[in-house]
């Protein structure tokens, strides 16, 4: 089962909570994205008007490779990040992008203090699934799973992450399954969102 996980998502979903937990879990080493490029100086710029730092994608992703290349031993490694395109593909086993209701997930970012810009950005991003979309195409379909992590907390999240690594269960997790464009048309406030 040995190999590298790699949680990613939309900001807010809960992608480093979850993190930390499978890899205390499995105790392996665990990577954020964001950290590496804070710690390895590959920041290249400050957007102030979204609050968010701008990266040298080339370097970030040199930095990621070399840090995974370096921790490979046997065993599992779990990295999380939003950043897909820096991730080295040759490295991944499995993706698990974490999915999380745009209701929620505009509420968390307002609590988080985000920019409202930036609100807008991560939950269109959410509703019309950025992420799994960039995943699939760097990944490949067969690598990549998600998980709606909307009304769990982080262990049971965990727990369907851990069914995925061992293979216990996995077509319920394939792309696809979350379409928050649906749900937001049923509860009718698709167009909140759509039309802003």
């Given amino acids: 089962m040995a190999g590298t996980i790699f949680i990613t998502g939309t900001p807010g979903v ?26 390895y100086n590959v920041l290249i710029g400050y957007d102030k008007e979204r609050k968010s730092y701008e990266v040298d994608i080339n370097k970030l992703r040199r930095v990621i490779q070399e840090v995974l290349a370096n921790s490979l031993a046997g065993c599992n490694i779990v990295i999380e990040g939003h ?17 999380l209701h745009p209701l929620v997930l505009e509420k968390r970012l307002m609590e988080r203090g985000y920019p409202e810009a930036k609100i807008k ?30 009304n769990k907390n982080p262990e049971e999240v965990v727990e369907e992450i851990l069914k995925i690594v061992e293979g216990r269960e996995v077509e319920g997790y394939k792309p696809g399954n979350t379409d928050w464009i649906k749900a937001l048309k049923e509860e009718g ?8």
Wanted: aromatic residues 8%; hydrophobic residues 50%; contains cysteine.
């Fill in 14 to 39: 809960g992608k480093t909570t979850v993190a930390k937990l499978l890899s205390k879990k499995l105790s392996c080493p665990y990577f954020s994205i964001a950290e590496l490029a804070k710690k």
């Fill in 189 to 196: 406030v698709l167009e909140k969102y759509l039309l802003r």
């Fill in 83 to 99: 950043i897909v395109e820096a991730v080295p593909l040759e490295y991944i086993d499995k993706v698990v992008v974490l999915r």
């Fill in 121 to 150: 950005e991560n939950v269109l991003a959410e509703i019309l699934d950025v992420l799994l979309v960039e995943a699939v195409e760097k990944f490949g379909i067969d690598k990549v799973f998600e998980i709606n992590t909307t």
